[in-house]
């Protein structure tokens, strides 16, 4: 009986085996947390294998990843082993191993973004100097190593100062204000000493934030998301808003600064441009993730395509999708520890509940094993016809939250 093969089957153009499904290549990440665990489940819907390196038994990524490698991402020979296994190797946190993975690429070892990239963002004060140089608006900056070049920076720039670490910074952890300058050395001991370095910036009194996902392809080409709004409190991101209220030349104008620090970066993935909107209409850059981001969570419910399956097309070399929204309006609201242990779950639990009842509503529960305040334990998003009923329905959400007898 004559063979049902088509003369050529598609090949993954190594000299390999023909091609199953959208790739053979087996992606590696970095981290397991939630951002990864939404990468697992966008490679899963596609039947991407991917396999995870975390130290943290049961972490979030864990039950949805093909494997979960138990070892820790900054250690460089747990780094080297787990990138044996993988075709592409990837981060869903940038506070990982960067010497190595510098290592690893001249091994030829494919790392997306680039070691070099996860080496500029992953010190911010480094970062800053990158941006400044590529003539990315900022807020000034200024490193500081004593007190005496605080209280210095603290004349130039004024108070509030913005004091921040400039490593291992995320949710805020971090950063601290100085009201004065006699508020400068207990801010300083706060953040652990100079001995971590740390640097300062111009407080930055913008009249909203605002964020841009950028995805670039293996082949450089961008494609950009609707800007949105992110709201914080406290640092920590709190709600996100999908597109910004914003007139359409500051969508623009936010969108080609984004797109430019981008392209000042190496390697292939979704990137987060995190901006200040100020009140005379500028826009200065805050921070950039190299990877998905809080700030596109929504991506999931409210684009053709979301941030986590953008991502995975841009290192694997496959066609970026089609970033815009797929309804008018999308709110997402990160569910936070308000307590600690059973308490925090309890409180959480009541919460997720009544979103079950909400049209256009859908849950994110990370299954982080434990619960701590101010701890991002999963998120909500709402999808609607509008901006005003998208927020409506989150507020009265919230609202009878707070009533509910406990
Ligand atoms: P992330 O979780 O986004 O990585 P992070 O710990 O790196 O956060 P930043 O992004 O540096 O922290 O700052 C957190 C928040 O603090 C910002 O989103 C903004 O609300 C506020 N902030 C940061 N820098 C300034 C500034 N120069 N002036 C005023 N507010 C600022
Ligand atoms: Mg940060
Ligand atoms: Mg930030």
């Known amino acids: 009986r004559a063979s049902m093969q088509p003369a050529a089957l598609p090949h993954d153009g190594q000299g390999g085996p023909p091609v199953h499904g959208v790739t053979n290549t087996v992606v590696g990440v970095l981290g397991g947390g939630q951002l990864g665990k939404m990468l697992c489940q966008a490679s899963s819907q596609m039947g991407i294998r991917i396999v995870i390196l975390d130290p943290l038994p049961g972490c979030p990524a864990s039950s949805v990843s093909d494997e979960h490698v138990v070892g820790s991402f900054t250690d460089g020979d747990t780094v080297r082993e787990f990138a044996k296994r993988c075709g592409v190797l990837t981060v869903e946190i940038e506070h990982v191993d960067a010497a190595t993975l510098e290592r690893l690429e001249k091994q030829g070892v494919d790392c997306e973004p680039k070691a070099s990239t996860i080496m500029i963002i992953q010190d911010k004060y480094r970062q800053k100097r990158h941006f400044s140089k590529c003539g990315i608006p900022l807020p000034d900056f200024m490193e500081v190593d004593t007190l005496h070049s605080i209280e210095e920076a603290g004349e130039k720039f004024g108070y509030p100062l913005m004091v921040k670490s400039k490593r291992l910074a995320y949710d805020g952890r971090g950063n601290a204000v100085a009201k004065n300058k006699e508020e400068l050395s207990s801010v300083v001991a706060s953040l652990g000493g100079f001995e971590h370095g740390l640097y300062v910036e111009r407080w930055t009194p913008f009249v909203k934030e605002l964020s841009v996902i950028v995805a670039r392809s293996r082949d450089s080409s961008t494609v950009c998301y609707p800007v949105v709004e992110t709201i914080h409190k406290e640092n920590i991101c709190h709600v996100v808003e999908a597109p910004a209220e914003v007139p359409d030349k500051i969508k623009k104008l936010a969108t080609s600064v984004a797109e430019k620090a981008i392209k000042s970066l190496e390697g292939a993935g979704v990137f987060a441009v995190e901006l200040f909107l100020t009140e005379d209409n500028q826009i200065l850059l805050n921070e950039v993730a190299p990877r998905p981001h809080n700030s596109g969570h929504h991506t999931i419910e409210s684009c053709y395509t979301s941030q986590y399956e953008q991502h995975l097309r841009a290192i694997l070399g496959l066609p970026l999708g089609d970033p815009s929204m797929k309804a008018p309006a999308a709110i997402m609201y990160n569910i936070l520890g308000e307590d600690e242990g059973e308490a925090g779950f309890y409180l959480a639990h009541q919460l997720i509940r009544r979103v079950l ?50």
């Open 357 to 406: 009842d909400i049209p256009g509503a859908s849950v994110h529960w990370y299954a982080k094993p434990e619960m701590r305040k101010q701890r991002k334990m999963g998120h909500i998003t709402i999808v609607g016809s509008s901006k005003i009923s998208v927020k409506s329905c989150l507020d009265n959400l919230l609202q009878s939250n707070s009533s509910d007898p406990k």
